[in-house]
């Protein structure tokens, strides 16, 4: 009996160590920087995480819009939020209270809080994810806004809200499909890595 436990603990151990090896990427630079490990208690979806990251979203995506049409254009970036967030997180996790709100039995009975702990990593980067979107991925403003300011400013012609809108938003969301389409070959392997993006989690780290 003993042999067998023994074997099967060498099974259980070899079954980790091989998905460890699965996780852990091929490049140096990742290893380095990346656990190949995730904590699931952490929680994500909190309050703290919804308020700071939507204001972060609207105030970039205002402030970005409204400097680009400037000489010089003053272009703020997502990095500036990934600084700034962190206190203010960890503010809201001393500020606000901790009680528990249950919701009615015919919404599911979950559980909620205002403030589940410490403010975690993954909250904050989710809000900066959030700030990445309102700093348009990197181009300080969407593209197509220009589209519709030259539609407006130098043809004279109108262009509704709703088909200003779609078009803003299908442009912005292409490269996400373009993403989701090619996750396979560009995403998903351990060899397609972006090495300004291990900057960002040292940060997070």
Not at 94 to 111: D, H, K, N, T
Not at 190 to 196: F, T
Request: charged fraction near 15%; include cysteine; charge should be neutral.
């Amino acid at each position: 009996m003993g042999e067998i436990a023994a074997d099967e603990r060498g099974l259980a151990g070899g079954k980790g160590s091989e998905l460890e090896e699965e996780e852990t990427s091929p490049i140096e630079e990742v290893r380095l920087t990346v656990p190949p490990g995730d904590d699931p208690t952490l929680p994500v979806w909190t309050f703290r995480m919804w308020s700071i990251g939507l204001l972060s979203c609207a105030l970039m995506s205002f402030l970005n819009q409204f400097f680009s049409y400037r000489t010089e254009p003053l272009i703020v970036t997502q990095i500036t939020v990934q600084v700034a967030s962190l206190p203010m997180g960890h503010f809201l996790a001393r500020v606000l209270p901790r009680r528990r709100f249950r919701a009615p039995a015919l919404l599911g009975g979950w559980e909620w809080s205002l403030n589940p702990g410490p403010f975690n990593m993954k909250e904050h980067v989710l809000i900066s994810i959030f700030a990445n979107a309102g700093y348009a991925f990197g181009n300080g403003n969407a593209y197509a806004v220009m589209i519709v300011d030259i539609i407006r400013a130098f043809y004279g012609r109108s262009i509704s809200f709703i088909a200003a809108w779609l078009l803003i938003t299908t442009t912005q969301v292409l490269g996400y499909g373009w993403a989701g389409l090619m996750r396979k070959y560009v995403v998903e392997p351990a060899h397609m890595w972006w090495p300004s993006t291990l900057v960002q989690v040292s940060l997070f780290r």
